[in-house]
Nanobody
């Protein structure tokens, strides 16, 4: 079973919005004292993969400067899903977006989703 399943990418005009979702499958379970971070990264052609936004098991969020004020990361624990709400999209947001789950306690885990394409037209 694939640990992370992404959805929500697509084509949108500049100024539009998209919501990406990353669902953690039942093959991954968290203990009560787990510390982990779930993040969204993106990679544009010819560029390095970069962090867009992340949320820790405690709920702390952080954003890339390019995402601040436009993107919001959130988590629905009941659905085991992390969302990335993207608004006021720009052509430079065009990239493949990847979901990541990184756990450091009690065990080290690192999973990546398959990626979802976001295209923003001008």
């Amino acid at each position: 079973q694939v640990p992370l399943v992404e959805s929500g990418g697509g084509l949108v005009q500049a100024g539009g919005s998209l919501r990406l979702a990353c669902t953690v499958s039942g093959s991954v379970s968290f203990s009560d004292n787990a510390w982990y971070r779930q993040g969204w990264y993106r990679q544009a052609p010819g560029k390095r993969r970069e962090l867009v936004a992340a949320i820790t098991s405690g709920g702390t969020t952080n954003y890339a400067d390019s995402a601040k004020g436009r993107f919001t990361i959130s988590r629905d624990n009941a659905e085991n899903t992390v969302y990335l709400q993207m608004t006021n999209l720009k052509p430079e947001d065009t990239a493949v977006y990847f979901c990541n789950l990184h756990q450091v306690h009690p065990t080290s885990l690192d999973y990546w989703g398959q990626g979802t394409q976001v295209n923003v037209s001008s």
